[in-house]
C-alpha cells in the first residue's frame, strides 16, 4: 500500500481535539473478529478489563492479568486498523508507584502496539498519569463509578447521588486531565455530574452510565449486542444476539439428533 493510501490509525490527539465536536463513538472489543466490525464504525476501541467478567466468567475485574490485557489487546490490534486500540491496566499493575505503572504500561504497549493504556482513579493517580505521559505513554483517565475500587466502594453503585460528592469528583477529573490525559471516561454518574465534569475539562469526557452530557459514549460490545445476561439500566441492547445464538444451537443440536446435519451440502464425495 502506497504511503498515500494507508489508513492511520485515530491518535490520542486527534481523541483529545473532539471535545464539545461531534460525540466520541467508543466501544469495547476483545477478539480480532470482533474488532474489525467494530472498527469499520468506531474512533476507539477500548480492550476493557471486562474481560475478565464477559468472557473468562470472572465474578469481578479484580482477578485479570497483564498478560490476559496482552493477549486481547493482541488479538484486537490485529483485528483492527483505524480506530485507536486503548487497553485498560488491570488491577494490580499501576496502583503501587508511577515505576510500576511505567513497567507494566511499556510492556502493555510494546506487545500489544496498542495506541494508550487505561487506568482507573482519580486525583490519587494523578502522579501516575503524569509519569506515564512525560514518558510516552498516552493514558486514558476513569472517574467516577471505578469498578476495580467495587470492594472499597461497596459495590457498584452509581455516583453523586450526593451532590456534597461531586467536588471530589470534578477534582478528581481536573487532576486527571491535568496530568496528561487525552481523554477520560466518566462511568455511572448521575447526568448533572456527567454536565458539571465535562463543562470543566478541557479533554473530552467518554460517558458510561453518564448520560449524554459527555463527549462521547462507550458500551461493552457483549451488552449492546445482547450477549450478556441481566444489563444494567445504562446500557440499550441494540441487537438480541444471545437469543439468536440459542436459537441456532437448538437448531444444530435437533438436526445431528435427527441426522439432518450434516446434509448433502456439507458432505465430501
Ligand atoms: N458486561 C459488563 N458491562 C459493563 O458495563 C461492565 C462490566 N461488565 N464489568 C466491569 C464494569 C462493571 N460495571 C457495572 C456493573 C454493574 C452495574 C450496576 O449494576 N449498576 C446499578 C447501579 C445502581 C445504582 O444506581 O447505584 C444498576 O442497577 O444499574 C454498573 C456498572 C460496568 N462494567
Ligand atoms: C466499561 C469500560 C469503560 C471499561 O473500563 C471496561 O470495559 O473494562
Ligand atoms: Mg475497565
Redesign the pocket.
Known amino acids: 500500500m502506497s504511503v498515500e493510501t494507508r489508513v492511520k490509525r485515530v491518535t490520542a490527539l486527534q481523541i483529545a481535539e473532539r471535545k464539545g465536536g461531534t460525540p466520541i463513538v467508543a466501544l469495547?472489543a476483545y477478539t480480532a473478529p470482533l474488532a474489525a466490525l467494530v472498527d469499520a464504525h468506531a474512533d476507539l476501541i477500548?480492550v476493557?478489563?471486562?474481560?475478565g467478567m464477559?468472557i473468562h466468567g470472572l465474578p469481578s475485574?479484580i482477578g485479570v492479568t497483564v498478560e490476559m490485557m496482552i493477549l486481547h489487546g493482541q488479538a484486537v490490534v490485529r483485528g483492527s486498523g483505524r480506530a485507536m486500540v486503548v487497553v485498560?491496566m488491570p488491577f494490580g499493575s499501576y496502583e503501587e508507584s508511577p515505576e510500576q505503572a511505567f513497567r507494566n504500561a511499556a510492556r502493555v504497549m510494546g506487545e500489544t502496539g496498542c495506541g494508550a493504556v487505561?487506568l482507573?482513579g482519580g486525583s490519587r493517580m494523578a502522579p501516575t498519569i503524569r509519569f506515564l505521559t512525560e514518558r510516552g505513554i498516552p493514558v486514558m483517565g476513569?472517574v467516577g463509578l471505578t469498578?476495580q475500587t467495587t470492594h472499597t466502594m461497596g459495590g457498584f453503585k452509581t455516583q453523586g447521588r450526593d451532590a456534597e460528592s461531586w467536588p471530589r469528583h470534578v477534582q478528581d477529573a481536573v487532576d486527571v486531565a491535568g496530568a496528561g490525559a487525552f481523554a477520560i471516561?466518566v462511568?455511572g454518574v448521575v447526568e448533572p455530574l456527567a454536565d458539571r465534569i465535562t463543562e470543566t475539562v478541557a479533554v473530552p469526557t467518554?460517558g458510561?452510565g453518564a448520560s449524554a452530557r459527555c463527549d462521547g459514549q462507550?458500551?461493552?460490545l457483549d451488552d449492546m449486542l445482547g450477549l450478556t445476561g441481566r444489563v444494567p439500566r445504562f446500557v440499550r441492547r441494540f441487537a438480541d444476539l444471545g437469543a439468536q445464538a440459542d436459537r441456532a444451537i437448538a437448531d444444530y443440536a435437533a438436526a445431528v439428533r435427527e441426522r439432518r446435519f450434516p446434509g448433502e451440502d456439507n458432505v465430501y464425495r
Request: no cysteine; aromatic share 0%.
Open positions: 469495547t477500548l476493557g478489563d471486562s474481560l464477559v475485574t485498560d487505561k482507573e476513569h469498578p471516561v462511568e467518554i458510561i462507550i458500551l461493552v
